[in-house]
């Protein structure tokens, strides 16, 4: 992956007078859709982050479609997107940020992580323990092949202080130790993960690698925080012309971003999807 180099200039709001007509006239159409902040709004809770009907129905149906690829590429856990999401068999599941991965069609994940000494998590769980012991409400979150720390429900006035403290010294750990990890800034968390996992390195082996079947004539990619930062900017270095490809970053237009335009909120990228899922209806119905 490329230096990450975020654009500061105000990003357009989507046009979607044109791709929808876009989308429309393409055989082969893939989806990258991060989860928390993309597909649904960020909460306290990060476990009552749960998918709504409208947004079940809608990957239903595009899934449903076979122009249609479709990936739900998350921090998350496998656990939580098996229970949420992993009923749609024919969508693509990454959790932890591509560290695991489940196909389209299949019910078995693969394990990216291979045989990588994950002994460290020790040591940073330690660290983000001693933080969270002086900040009532911060949560300490180990998953498989990465640690995060959530300080969403702190007192703000301590947060910042704390969280720059906890950075510095997360940072030195990492640097001393040659572990091969990344710190990752998210909203209102830290993590720390093993540094050649990534979405950026998923969306590359997914766009380069034939793994998203025929040739694709429309790329779809939606999120919201710095960790999908990394699939902008692979896209943006893929062989795939830029006429076919759609970054948005959900947020403000004023957000620094490698993404090429913004939708505002999760919500309207929910009405997004629907549309496509009203094309599919449309075309399925003219083919009766």
Not at 128 to 144: C, I, L, S
Request: glycine content about 8%; charged content about 20%.
């Amino acid at each position: 992956m490329g230096t990450l180099r975020s654009q500061s200039s105000a990003k357009p709001l989507l046009d979607q007078t044109k791709l929808l007509p876009l989308y429309r006239q393409s055989p082969r159409c893939l989806f990258l859709l991060d989860y928390d902040g993309t597909l649904t709004p960020i909460v306290a809770n990060p476990q009552a982050a749960i998918p709504s009907d409208e947004l079940l129905c809608t990957l239903r149906t595009l899934a449903s479609s076979c122009k249609n690829v479709i990936w739900v590429i998350s921090g998350r856990d496998q656990a939580f997107l098996d229970q949420f999401l992993g009923h749609i068999v024919q969508i693509g599941l990454a959790a932890e940020h591509g560290a695991f991965v489940r196909y389209p069609g299949s019910s078995e994940w693969e394990n990216l992580v291979g045989k990588a000494d994950l002994n460290w998590q020790h040591d940073v769980v330690e660290l983000f323990q001693a933080y969270t012991n002086r900040m009532p409400g911060a949560v300490v979150e180990r998953k498989r092949a990465a640690v995060t720390w959530h300080f969403r429900n702190t007192a703000s006035d301590q947060a910042a202080d704390e969280v720059g403290k906890c950075r510095m010294h997360l940072e030195a750990m990492i640097a001393n130790h040659g572990w091969g990890l990344q710190l990752m800034d998210g909203k209102m968390n830290l993590e720390v993960r093993l540094a050649r996992l990534g979405k950026g390195a998923l969306v590359t082996r997914l766009v380069e690698s034939g793994h998203s079947g025929p040739a694709l004539n429309l790329v779809l990619c939606v999120g919201d925080d710095f960790t999908d930062e990394d699939m902008f900017v692979a896209l943006r270095e893929s062989r795939l012309p830029p006429n076919q490809v759609y970054s948005i970053s959900v947020g403000p237009s004023s957000k620094s971003t490698m993404a090429s335009w913004h939708l505002p909120d999760p919500g309207v990228v929910v009405a997004l999807l629907s549309m496509f899922g009203d094309l599919v209806d449309e075309d399925r119905l003219g083919m009766v």
